[in-house]
């Protein structure tokens, strides 16, 4: 008895993707777990890179007067590395955890979208490797004034003006080539994947939630997925018109930044930032969310404060909007506009404080197990702690005048997204990988993993608050021997390297495991959600049949219950129960419509790329190549139905 | 989402599509206030050279104002015509809102061309490029629904004609396209009137 | 999905209400070209006519009166987030070079 409907692959204009191993099933694929492992990968690529440049970066400033890079190479990899870990690293893999989970987690069988979930990943991937394009055919010459130009080798071939990209400095006159260029249509071809599986997320929580999954239900992770698409929903928008502007200003010659056409520089910081703030909610919630999954379960304790960490979630998505010009006070800002957003700065600390302490009290007196999810998790907060606490220093405006653009601001920030959103995400990913492989990761190399990465850590951004009170300025080449930075910056790149080396355990572990781990058992961490109510890996269909909700963490009710002292006991049909899950769910009784695979996201994204290059080097022929690409998408997908009609195909069994 | 499947989905009484639609169009907000907020902060500078006061023609801006206006009508009879499953007058209004659509691109067009002429061009100063940018991008904007509008009444050539339901539906479209007549109401009073 | 359908107006009422957009319209170009006599006013009274036909085309030809409260919830919170935002920005633009 076949329980999956087979496509009718005949029915249209186009043949219908059919494979269902191989690659071309992965190019064509639809399925949300799929994409999700997809993104993870893509990203987790990237963040080798970004991470390699970080490297050549700290090489670089392990001596002073170093001359392992030029300035242009130095000006070029600081700005890969920041535009790499953000745009391709940590928001993409985010947004693998988003694919993956979301839908197990609210009780669905995919999202609202799916194809439109394909497109966004495959816009990801052609922004990513249009970005990265410009090592090969990118130019960056030399600025008036600036470094000669025989500096600038393959390697400052690279967008250069800072991630910020701060105006003019990013402008035509002191960044000229076309590096510049491909940042900016990188960007804004990314900044459309991102808005895309915003609009998808959005509509997948509030309409594909299964029965009784009320919103108070929904899991703290699912919350914060919410969250962050609200925030990419509502600051993407700004920094693509801002790189509209910095696109026309640099190709067609307005002046919209620059101030000798009546032009506003500061504008550009406004815009900028109004996104950018926005942005660094954007890294760190999703953290915040799978630490919340993460803590309780290992402390074998409900989440204290479910829906104060649910509106604490939004009151920062909220505040986070409020903050933008705390990056600006060293800015022609005015100084009432200074004190506001000092205060509105100090205010934000209040929604993250109150996560603080309900991590904190979910974890007081627990049964806590102390393994790698939860160690990265309880690493997760430590470090984060650190970096909310400088970065409250940094709303007191004439402190951060004195910190701005050195190397404090550096450490506050990697303390966040480093020690704060990557942690988090490794917890998760070793949370989440016998769900996603069905096979159990390496504990001891999971732990060796975490230490490494923790020591390697703190050896690297621990040492930048005092270089930064020093004096040592970001985004400078060099040093010079007489201010005495030397000792530091050595431990600094010593422990970056131990990062490195961590990183090479893990990557160990990973595969290993995924090839050789136990069997992961039915529901391995005892845990609360529904996403471990269907085995693992999960299958196709995800759920066999629409569960139902009845209560928030309704998996650990199945199993517990309170004894007379209201201890959680659990139940004797427990374990019974867990056999018939799992029966369950690799067995559905009922006809299961999966969307079909589809060739067009792919072809409709990869025009992109083509009308990025197209008004880079003004060309009118590159320009109908992309505008035909999104035609032909375009046509393909609106003439192709999602799934197939479900009476034919009945007739066909 | 007409498969027969017991799945739930949409316990928001929304269909799908439509809240879809209503959430883009909250980010569009969105991109057209950035560009009415960079458009008031440098209409409020001195800057050199011809001003769009000394081009612009405002009985003729006020006729395609009223063209693009009166398209949402149309709009939202072809919509109301679907609804009454009258497959016949749908076909004809969707036409009509695409032929009012494109008489309003016309008109751009050629407003832009005659700014040309006179001196008024994208880099001639920083309201000149703030002008284009923001007006072009609404005429994109336009561009596309003119095509969604054309391709829905391709669609309604068919045997089985449009309904409300499934992918590229009249709902889905009409909203988009009423949204683009709201941006050029905001725009016509903030560009050319006051 | 019914209950979405019910309220909807008649082709009678679309046509009445696309003849009041119409006349806000004429009493906008009107005020035009009356700036001389209005003065000070014409500027709120021609954002006010804007605000009255965006509520307008909304509220009735995109339905959202008849919507669920969540779209309108989204839609408003759009609005006001953007508002809130360009406002500051204008003010603190406009306001740099004075404190």
Do not use: C
Not at chain 1, 33 to 56: D, P, Q, T, V
Not at chain 2, 106 to 122: C, P, R, V
């Amino acid at each position: 008895m076949t329980k999956i409907i087979e496509p009718n692959k005949q029915s249209n204009i186009f043949k219908r993707p059919s494979s269902e191993t191989g690659i071309w099933s992965w190019i064509t694929t639809v399925d949300h777990k799929r994409i999700g492992i997809m993104y993870g990968y893509a990203a987790f690529f990237f963040l080798l890179i970004g991470g390699l440049e970080a490297l050549i970066l700290r090489i670089q400033l392990s001596q002073p007067d170093n001359n392992f890079l030029t300035a242009a190479e130095y000006n070029a990899m600081f700005t890969m590395h920041g535009t790499t870990m953000i745009f391709l690293a940590i928001m993409p893999i985010s947004a693998a955890f988003f694919n993956y989970l979301l839908p197990l987690q609210i009780g669905a069988r995919d999202v609202a979208f799916p194809r439109l979930n394909a497109l966004s990943f495959w816009i990801f991937i052609f922004g990513g490797a249009f970005l990265y394009s410009t090592f090969i055919f990118g130019t960056a010459g030399a600025p008036e004034g600036g470094y000669l130009a025989e500096e600038v080798g393959w390697l400052g071939s690279a967008p250069n003006g800072g991630w910020f990209g701060y105006q003019p400095n990013a402008g035509m006159k002191y960044s000229p080539g076309t590096a510049m260029d491909y940042w900016a249509i990188g960007l804004q071809i990314l900044g459309i994947a991102s808005l895309i599986s915003a609009f998808n997320f959005i509509t997948t929580i509030i309409n594909m939630r299964t029965k009784g999954m009320r919103f108070m239900r929904m899991p703290v992770f699912t919350w914060m997925t919410f969250a962050v698409s609200f925030l990419l929903a509502f600051s993407l928008p700004i920094i693509a018109i801002a790189l509209f502007y910095v696109t026309f200003d640099r190709k067609f010659g307005t002046t919209f930044f620059l101030t000798e056409g009546g032009g506003d520089p500061v504008l550009w910081q406004h815009l900028f930032w109004l996104f950018g703030h926005p942005e660094v909610y954007i890294l760190i919630l999703p953290a915040f969310g799978i630490v919340s999954e993460v803590l309780p379960t290992f402390a074998r304790k409900p989440l204290f404060g479910y829906a104060a960490i649910v509106f604490a979630g939004f009151g920062i998505a909220f505040i986070g909007f409020g903050v933008w010009a705390h990056h600006m006070f060293a800015s022609a800002i005015s100084p009432v506009a200074q004190a506001g957003f000092g205060l509105s700065t100090m205010v934000i600390a209040v929604p993250t404080g109150v996560k603080i302490f309900n991590w904190l009290g979910t974890i007081w007196g627990g049964k806590i197990k102390l393994n790698t999810p939860m160690l990265f998790s309880l690493g997760f907060i430590g470090m984060f702690v650190i970096g909310g606490l400088s970065g409250v220093t940094h709303s007191v405006v004439p402190a951060d005048t004195q910190q701005t653009d050195t190397y404090y601001i550096v450490a506050h920030f990697h303390y966040v997204l480093f020690g704060g959103a990557l942690f988090g995400i490794f917890s998760g990913l070793y949370y989440w990988f016998p769900k996603v492989w069905g096979k159990m990761y390496n504990e001891t190399l999971g732990k060796i993993h975490f230490w490494l990465m923790l020591i390697g850590f703190n050896l690297t951004f621990g040492p930048m608050h005092w270089l930064g009170l020093q004096g040592q300025v970001r985004r400078t080449w060099v040093y010079a021997e007489e201010t005495n930075l030397q000792f530091w910056n050595i431990i600094v790149t010593i422990g970056a390297f131990i990062i490195a080396v961590s990183i090479i355990v893990f990557m160990i572990n990973w595969i290993f495991s995924k090839r050789n781990g136990e069997k992961a058992p039915f529901d391995p961490w005892d845990a609360r959600t529904i996403e471990w109510t269907i085995p693992s890996p999960t299958p196709v269909w995800n759920f066999s049949k629409a569960p139902e909700v009845k209560s928030l963490d309704d998996f650990w009710h199945a199993k517990y219950e309170e004894d007379e002292e209201g201890r959680a006991v659990r139940k004797e049909s427990a374990d019974q129960m867990l056999l018939d899950l799992e029966e369950e769910g690799l067995n559905p009784t009922e006809n299961i419509v999966l969307p079909n695979p589809s060739y067009f996201p792919i072809v409709l994204a990869a025009g992109l790329p083509f009308l990025g290059y197209a008004v880079i080097y003004k060309s009118i022929p590159l320009a109908l190549v992309g505008a035909l690409l999104l035609l032909i998408g375009g046509f393909g997908w609106g003439t192709e139905p999602l799934e197939e009609e479900v009476e034919e195909n009945l007739e066909h069994e | 989402m007409s498969s027969s499947h017991s799945y739930p989905h949409e316990p928001t009484g929304v269909e799908t599509r439509k809240l879809g639609m209503w959430v883009f169009l909250s980010t569009e907000i969105l991109f057209f206030g950035t560009l009415i907020t960079t458009f008031m902060i440098f209409k409020g500078r001195d800057f050199p050279g011809i001003k769009l006061t000394d081009v612009y023609d405002i009985p003729f801006t006020s006729i395609s104002s009223f063209i693009l206006l009166m398209s949402s009508l149309t709009m939202v009879l072809a919509h109301n015509a679907l609804e009454a499953n009258d497959q016949e007058k749908t076909r004809v209004w969707l036409l009509a809102t695409a032929m009012l659509g494109s008489v309003f691109l016309a008109g751009q067009i050629y407003e832009f061309t005659e700014f040309y002429h006179k001196g008024f061009e994208l880099t001639t100063n920083i309201f000149s490029s703030t002008f284009y940018v923001l007006t072009g991008f609404h005429g994109l904007h336009v561009f596309i629904g003119v095509v969604l509008l054309l391709a829905l009444w391709g669609i309604g050539q068919r045997q089985r004609g449009l309904n409300l339901e499934g992918g590229m539906n009249l709902e889905f479209v009409a909203l988009y396209w009423h949204f683009v007549d709201i941006v050029w109401i905001v725009l016509f009073t903030v560009v050319y009137l006051i | 999905m019914s209950e979405n359908h019910i309220e909807h107006p008649t082709p009678k009422r679309y046509v009445q209400i696309a003849i009041v957009l119409g006349i806000l319209t004429a009493i906008e170009i009107a005020l035009y070209y009356t700036e001389d006599i209005v003065g000070v006013f014409t500027d709120p009274i021609l954002i006010i006519l804007a605000v009255g036909k965006f509520i307008i085309v909304v509220g009735w030809f995109m339905h959202l009166r008849f919507e669920n409260k969540m779209v309108n919830r989204f839609f408003a919170g759009g609005m006001i987030l953007a508002l809130f935002l360009f406002a500051i920005v204008m003010i603190e633009r406009a306001s740099a070079n004075f404190f």
